[in-house]
């Protein structure tokens, strides 16, 4: 985790939109990809600057997870799971890593995300659960 990790750096409610870099939709079945996602607030507050709002690297919280699906059928691969599915993050954003040989070759493949804010989303206390389904989609060749 990196030290420029602070709470200012964490979007946690609003509409919230997650990148997904490194992705060249085709890998080998013998190969090891790092995704990297980052993530933004879909529509900015309006603020003049003379730089970008969207170069600042923001995260979203710990409890965040992905999931592999199948692109046709939506059969889940990979579920989420807050063990072995949670997304790390280092001074360029947040990635996770996949090994493409325990997929079927010559499918799709559909990547989606999970956020548990552990902020209260009500009055009474609970949390909420976002669901992120960019259609971010891989194929596995041999």
């Known amino acids: ?11 946690r409610t609003g509409d919230v ?8 939709g085709e890998f080998q079945r ?4 790092r995704f990297r996602l980052t993530v933004r607030k879909r529509y900015p507050d309006r603020t003049f600057v ?3 709002n969207y170069l600042a690297t923001k995260y979203s919280p710990r409890t965040s997870y992905y999931s592999v699906r199948d692109a046709e ?5 990979i579920p989420f799971d807050t063990e072995y599915t949670k997304l790390s993050a280092d001074s360029e ?8 040989e325990g997929f079927q ?3 799709y493949y559909k990547l ?10 009500n009055t009474f206390g609970e949390t909420s659960t976002n669901i992120y389904d960019e259609d971010y989609i891989f194929k596995v060749v041999r």
């Open 93 to 100: 954003g947040m990635f996770f890593d996949l090994w493409m």
């Open 105 to 107: 070759p010559e499918r």
């Open 30 to 33: 013998k190969s090891k990809q």
């Open 50 to 52: 003379t730089t970008s």
């Open 1 to 11: 985790i990196p030290s420029s990790l602070s709470s200012g750096n964490i979007l």
């Open 73 to 77: 059928t939506d059969e889940v691969i």
């Open 112 to 121: 989606m995300f999970r956020v548990d804010n552990s902020l209260p989303a």
């Open 17 to 24: 939109f997650l990148a997904l870099y490194n992705n060249k």
